[in-house]
T-cell receptor, first 119, second 112 residues
Framework: GAVVSQHPSRVICKSGTSVKIECRSLDFQATTMFWYRQFPKKSLMLMATSNEGSKATYEQGVEKDKFLINHASLTLSTLTVTSAHPEDSSFYIC???????????????FGDGTRLSIL | QKEVEQNSGPLSVPEGAIASLNCTYSDRGSQSFFWYRQYSGKSPELIMFIYSNGDKEDGRFTAQLNKASQYVSLLIRDSQPSDSATYLCAVNGPTGGFKTIFGAGTRLFVKA
């Protein structure tokens, strides 16, 4: 159980393109999902917390107009990197927690990540 | 002060040995504690979670929690080369709205 599907797994596109990444909880409902970014050999960096039916909460230093988050249902959150540039190239990972059934102390389960390369 | 601290490593152990990974946390209100394994280029994978003081065993893995000392550890028995990865300690509690705080991870290398 507790499977999180993230799509696409890899994106290569030109500078200026907007890229949408989907994160789905397949066998549980998640009122909260999380978006992380990770550079090679570096730590996970939390970008934002995605809340179903409300605005996302962004971490300090993360531009909300650059990284648009939509959490329209209990099983789907999307991250859109708008007008992406080479410096946005990174490994983006989502996670979700089965907070509906099990409460907020449960572990996060991660998607497989999206490797974004902006040329 | 970092909220969750881990030795970055690398921790190198021979195959078959016990690998001991340690983590300290600063928030005394923390309630749940997790260990994730992350292979290079992959996303983290949950391997253990623990909520109560003491030991919790699952196969070759044992998580140990000491809330008084604000310390959590992971033991890997009979280490295998396939255990070579970065191990992330994570802590969750009501502070900050149940946001899970991750350590920077310890790199483990198991030598064949």
């Amino acid at each position: 159980g507790a499977v999180v599907s993230q799509h696409p797994s890899r994106v290569i596109c030109k500078s200026g393109t907007s890229v949408k990444i989907e994160c789905r909880s397949l066998d549980f409902q998640a009122t909260t999902m999380f978006w992380y970014r990770q550079f090679p050999k570096k730590s996970l960096m939390l970008m934002a917390t995605s809340n179903e039916g409300s605005k996302a909460t962004y971490e300090q230093g993360v531009e909300k107009d650059k990284f648009l988050i939509n959490h329209a249902s209990l099983t789907l959150s999307t991250l859109t990197v708008t007008s992406a540039h080479p410096e946005d190239s990174s490994f983006y990972i989502c996670s979700a927690r089965d907070s509906v059934r099990q409460g907020p102390y449960q572990p996060q389960h991660f998607g497989d990540g999206t490797r974004l390369s902006i040329l | 002060q970092k909220e969750v601290e881990q030795n970055s490593g690398p921790l190198s152990v021979p195959e078959g040995a016990i690998a001991s990974l340690n983590c300290t946390y600063s928030d005394r209100g923390s309630q749940s504690f997790f260990w994730y394994r992350q292979y290079s280029g992959k996303s983290p994978e949950l391997i253990m979670f623990i909520y109560s003081n003491g030991d919790k065993e699952d196969g070759r893995f044992t998580a140990q929690l000491n809330k008084a000392s604000q310390y959590v550890s992971l033991l890997i028995r009979d280490s295998q080369p396939s255990d070579s990865a970065t191990y992330l300690c994570a802590v969750n509690g009501p502070t900050g709205g149940f946001k899970t705080i991750f350590g920077a991870g310890t790199r483990l290398f198991v030598k064949a």
